[in-house]
């Protein structure tokens, strides 16, 4: 059963994890459309995820059940991976939400669009600026196809690029440089209906939270996803889980491990009724983490 009180989970997940705790106590205490932390998910991309990891080559692919995701990039860019393109990814679709536009503004600044994501500016190598650049790059070229084989003798397939246009006024050397112009992307009619006609609700806080991890924020959304539409009890065994969330372990028991590790967070953001043992993880029907009325 999952954890009770702060100090039955401080007693199984790091110290490091208290703040995750402190802002879970915030979203519970309000609902997220009241808070304006409501946001929304491509659920072509919850279905099956990005890269957690650096990927050699320029295609990936994820497996659900009768769900295939592939995403195949430039192989000068290569593919988009980690947690900040995942929150680049809810920034746009929530925005593409609440506008009713495929046109999406970044800001005047990259200071400025960092803040709107929660991330700290940093330079360096392996700071927090060049990787975003480098992430918003990656997944804005990127090319997502899907197929469903879950009828017999019926196949259904589609895609699309994720954005058709995309100006950048950032300045790496000097991230809190105004601009003249707004930075934007526009993205493509395909995934801008993908968003508007399939969108999964989330809790931003909820993501800001676990943004440390790329697969605890895979697990969220997935899992309120799945929870909007789980009619009975249901074991999911852990070589499904593995090919949709971590096919880049080299054992079953390795990935288990980490998935755990990775869904203690996520309960202390959103708690639905979950078990496991051996052979799977047993999901029972409960709320999604946003209320049908939002």
């Not at 995820?49 to 050699?56: F, N």
């Not at 100006?167 to 934007?184: M, V």
């Not at 508007?196 to 989330?202: C, G, K, M, W, Y």
């Amino acid at each position: 059963m999952p954890p009770k009180t702060n100090e039955e989970i401080k007693q199984i997940i790091p110290p490091n994890i208290d703040k995750v705790i402190a802002e879970s106590l915030a979203i519970e205490a309000e609902e997220a459309k009241k808070a304006g932390a409501l946001g929304y998910m491509a659920r072509a991309l919850v279905q099956a995820t990005m890269p957690h990891k650096r990927v050699l080559g320029n295609e990936f692919m994820r497996k659900n059940g009768a769900f295939t995701l592939s995403i195949l990039s430039p192989s000068s860019t290569g593919l988009p991976y980690g947690t900040k393109p995942r929150l680049v990814l809810a920034f746009v679709s929530t925005e593409a939400i609440r506008t009713k536009s495929k046109e999406i503004i970044l800001g005047n600044s990259l200071s400025d669009f960092m803040r709107r994501l929660d991330l700290t500016p940093t330079g360096g190598r392996w700071g927090s600026i060049p990787m975003l650049k480098n992430q918003v790059n990656r997944l804005f070229s990127s090319t997502v196809s899907f197929q469903y084989n879950g009828i017999p003798n019926v196949s259904a397939s589609g895609g699309f690029k994720i954005a058709s246009k995309t100006i950048l006024f950032w300045d790496s050397k000097n991230p809190g440089q105004t601009s003249l112009w707004e930075s934007a992307v526009t993205l493509t009619q395909e995934f801008y209906d993908e968003i508007i006609n399939n969108p999964v609700p989330i809790d931003m806080r909820a993501l800001e939270a676990l943004k440390d991890s790329s697969m605890a924020i895979d697990i969220y959304c997935w899992l309120t996803y799945r929870m909007s539409y789980l009619k009975r009890t249901t074991k999911i065994p852990w070589d499904n889980l593995a090919v949709q969330f971590g096919s880049e372990y080299s054992t079953i028991r390795s990935f288990k491990w980490n998935f755990l590790k990775q869904l203690r967070k996520v309960l202390i953001v959103y708690n639905p009724s979950i078990d496991e043992d051996r052979k799977g993880l047993i999901l029972k029907p409960s709320n999604t983490h946003i209320s049908r009325r939002s």
